[in-house]
């Protein structure tokens, strides 16, 4: 069946990088789209990156552009975020998560996500 795991969270402070890694058992397809999304405590799920697995286009927050990276590995259906210059407003739990379609910044069109890994930015 579908799944995706997330790895490479951690407790870091401020101005530090972290990589987040997503394995995901499934086949992919031309159409299909990964994307990052973050979760803190009382507040609404945020979508932090996109990329096409096929088409080559991104998409990333206002928040983490310049800051954060996000690339794709098809061999071996891996996609990463690289996240650079941490800042406690950072500070959420990180999902992957995969659908069938475009570039969508409403979480509810992602079809698959994974279980989350926690991203802690202190000062």
């Known amino acids: 069946q579908v799944q995706l795991v997330e790895s490479g969270g951690g407790l870091v402070q401020a101005g530090a990088s972290l990589r987040l890694s997503c394995a995901a058992s499934?086949?992919?397809?031309?159409?299909?789209?990964m994307g990052w999304f973050r979760q803190a405590p009382g507040k609404e799920r945020e979508c932090v990156a996109q990329?096409?697995?096929?088409?080559?286009?991104?998409y990333y927050a206002d928040s983490v552009k310049g800051r954060f990276t996000i690339s794709r590995d098809n061999a071996k259906n891996t996609v990463y975020l690289q996240m650079n210059s941490l800042q406690p407003e950072d500070t959420a739990v990180y999902y992957c998560?995969?659908?069938?379609?475009?570039?969508?910044?409403?979480?509810?069109?992602?079809?698959?996500w994974g279980q989350g890994t926690q991203v802690t930015v202190s000062s």
């Open positions: 990329i096409s697995w096929s088409g080559g286009a991104t």
């Open positions: 998560a995969a659908r069938n379609g475009p570039i969508s910044s409403t979480w509810s069109r992602y079809d698959y």
């Open positions: 499934i086949r992919t397809f031309s159409t299909s789209t």
